[in-house]
């Protein structure tokens, strides 16, 4: 009865640490103490591990307990390390055997009954305890599923404090994950492409961006169909590889929405912040330990940004090093944590702020004046990156009287993006990109040239001074996209004079 | 304090002096009383002044002897101390601060001595 030695893990962004959770009991005046550079929600195991501890009838020691979080020096913070505080109590008690200990990784919050409770962040922890070596995990059984994502690590989920100790002196056993059968899609969006009628052009813009992954900006009038519209770019993206939808799960994990995935969910993210958002929503933060935002949800997803020009101007901003870098990097006190966050934005934004301008019918009311100021509010670094401007007409009674085809259903077009995308994969493979939003303008224009003649416009508009050397760029960009989906070899005429007219103006709002 | 806690008190402290004695400590004050409180037993082995706290329980229903020696008992323990050597005239001496945990139960008598608890 002295000394004993658990591990966890503890969670930094989505970078992990293992945790030494060391207790020593000596005879002395009792008191439990904890150190090792505990916070607040932290230091109140103590007072959760005694009771649990108590009421599973194992009792505490009326003596000195000292519980050493180690490294000493890193902040650790919530409740995730009750489970191992109170299973290495119990081995110094020798009420468990100490052996079993030494490659396992414990993970969970206690109830005052001794009961465990899930916490966030669990997919990365058991990510971390595999690549740190360790063969086994326990955690709350509402984690279970999640943990059980992971491959080449045991993972056990135990109901109660109880129940692990049994399991540890081969008293009992501990719950396995089901088997997962395979990635299973979760059930089929109620959002289809075929549901937009009358916005033909549009749908083929959006279908551009889907194959290419191009980032793109809709402006158009309120209830021409933008939200709608963008809603179903989900739809028509390929499924996320499996190590993509771990990605994915392991930024929810942390997000802690509550949600016990019971399976990998490969369905591409979307997410819509309100414009109202913080830009600390947005890309992450928060208190203390930074927590990932709407970009990182949004990872290898869709994030769209309705009324783009009704966000704060620093937020919007805040934008450019994600859609840089494909992740974001943020300071906190509590330390600072990286997220990724490679997503596919889409702008949604109305011609100017009473949203009337450009319409037949109706009038725009706002003063020269106030139309600049709100289109002011995009700066160009973040409008450079978007490929595509679309311009949402509104829908005129033809199309709702079905006097116009309907497009595509989302299995057509995703069916179209996919040989598109195979298409890209295959140039690009030699050039370390998938996607060609993703080529940089000196390749476009050297190894992966195309014919003077199909450039013949395109070079025209440059001399002219209509378009600037980065706007040539984006619509070779996008020329190759067009070509991909209509799986010709490389792009011609045609194909150029598409993307210049999907590329629109250098101005969002095409004036 | 009822009679019946008090006798438990005294008989636990007996208990607690016959053990030091056999210890081999030699007691040179019992309940010895100044302004604010009382040191149960003051104590010496070997050149060092022991002081002892001493608790007396009957059952473990509300946690052992010793979870009712609080920091601010130990504190008040300390201040005693000092005024004992001030009024017996002692310094330059080691001291040491003991609790003795005493558990009456069924007849059977249970010493718990912890060193150096201060």
Redesign the interface.
């Known amino acids: 009865m002295s000394l004993a030695k658990t591990f966890s893990v503890g969670l930094y962004g989505l970078s992990g640490t293992v945790i030494e959770v060391e207790t020593d009991i000596s ?4 008191s439990f103490t904890l150190v090792g550079l505990p916070d607040a929600s932290l230091s109140e195991a103590t007072a959760r591990v005694r009771a649990a501890c108590t009421n599973s009838g194992f009792g505490f020691p ?1 003596k000195k307990v000292v519980v050493n979080l180690s490294p000493a020096a890193v902040p650790k913070s919530g409740s995730a390390f009750d489970l191992a505080i109170a299973t290495s109590i119990l081995a110094a008690m020798e009420v468990v055997p100490k052996q079993p200990l030494e490659r396992l990784c414990i993970i969970g919050e206690l109830g005052l009954d001794g009961s465990l409770r899930q916490v966030p962040g669990v997919l990365p922890m058991v990510m971390h305890a595999r690549q740190s070596g360790f063969t086994g995990v326990v955690c709350p059984l509402g984690n279970l599923s999640e943990a059980g994502m992971v491959d080449g690590i045991q993972v056990l989920g135990a109901a109660n404090l109880r129940s692990i100790v049994d399991w540890l002196n081969d008293r009992g056993v501990l719950e396995e994950p089901l088997q997962l059968s395979d990635l299973n899609p979760s059930t089929p969006s109620p959002l289809d492409l075929a549901q937009v009628i009358g916005q033909n052009q549009a749908v083929e813009g959006l279908i551009v961006a889907a194959a290419g992954g191009h980032h793109i900006a809709m402006v158009g009038a309120p209830g021409a169909g933008k939200t709608m519209l963008a809603e179903r770019l989900p739809s028509i993206l390929p499924a996320l590889s499996t190590e993509q939808a771990l990605e994915v799960a392991a930024i929810e994990s942390i997000a802690g929405n509550g949600q016990a995935a019971l399976n990998l969910d490969t369905t591409p993210r979307f997410q819509a912040p309100h414009h109202s958002s913080s830009t600390a929503a947005l890309i992450g933060g928060g208190t203390g330990m930074p927590r990932p935002g709407a970009v990182s949800k949004a990872h290898h997803g869709v994030l769209f940004l309705d009324e783009a020009l009704e966000f704060h101007g620093h937020s919007l901003d805040s934008l450019r090093e994600p859609l840089e870098s494909g992740k974001v990097l943020i300071n906190r006190s509590g330390g600072s944590a990286t997220f990724p966050a490679r997503f596919q934005l889409v702008l949604a934004a109305n011609p100017c702020p009473c949203g009337l301008s450009g319409l037949a019918d109706r009038d725009c009311t706002c003063s020269a004046m106030a139309i600049r100021r709100y289109t002011n509010r995009l700066s160009g670094p973040v409008l450079d990156r978007i490929d595509i401007r679309l311009a949402i007409k509104p829908v005129s009674l033809g199309a709702n009287l079905g006097l116009f085809d309907t497009g595509p259903s989302s299995a057509e077009a995703l069916a179209r993006v996919v040989r598109a995308r195979e298409g890209a994969v295959e140039r690009l493979a030699g050039f370390g990109y998938r996607l060609n939003s993703e080529v940089p303008g000196p390749v476009l224009r050297g190894r992966l040239g195309i014919g003077a003649k199909a450039l013949k416009d395109l070079d025209r508009m440059l001399m002219a001074g209509k378009t600037s050397m980065r706007g040539y760029d984006r619509c070779l960009r996008l020329a190759w996209t067009i070509a991909d989906l209509e799986g010709v070899k490389q792009p011609g005429p045609d194909q150029v004079r598409i993307a210049v007219a999907l590329r629109g103006t250098d101005n969002l709002l095409g004036a | 304090m009822t009679d019946a806690r008090q006798w438990l008190g005294r008989y636990g402290e007996d208990r607690a002096c016959e053990y030091l004695v056999g210890q081999g400590y030699q007691i040179l004050d019992r309940n010895w009383r100044y302004r604010e409180g009382e040191l149960d037993i003051v104590c010496v082995q070997r050149g060092t002044l022991v002081f002892v706290e001493v608790k007396t329980r009957t059952s473990l229903a509300t ?2 002897p ?2 009712a ?1 609080t920091k601010t008992k ?1 504190a008040r323990l300390r201040r005693l101390a000092a005024s004992w050597c001030a009024n017996r005239q002692v310094s330059n001496s080691q001291v040491r601060f003991d ?1 003795i945990g005493v558990l009456v139960r069924g007849g059977r008598v249970t010493i718990e001595h ?1 060193k150096q ?1 201060l």
């Open positions: 005879s002395q005046l009792p009326s | 946690g052992s010793f979870d020696i130990l609790a912890l608890v």
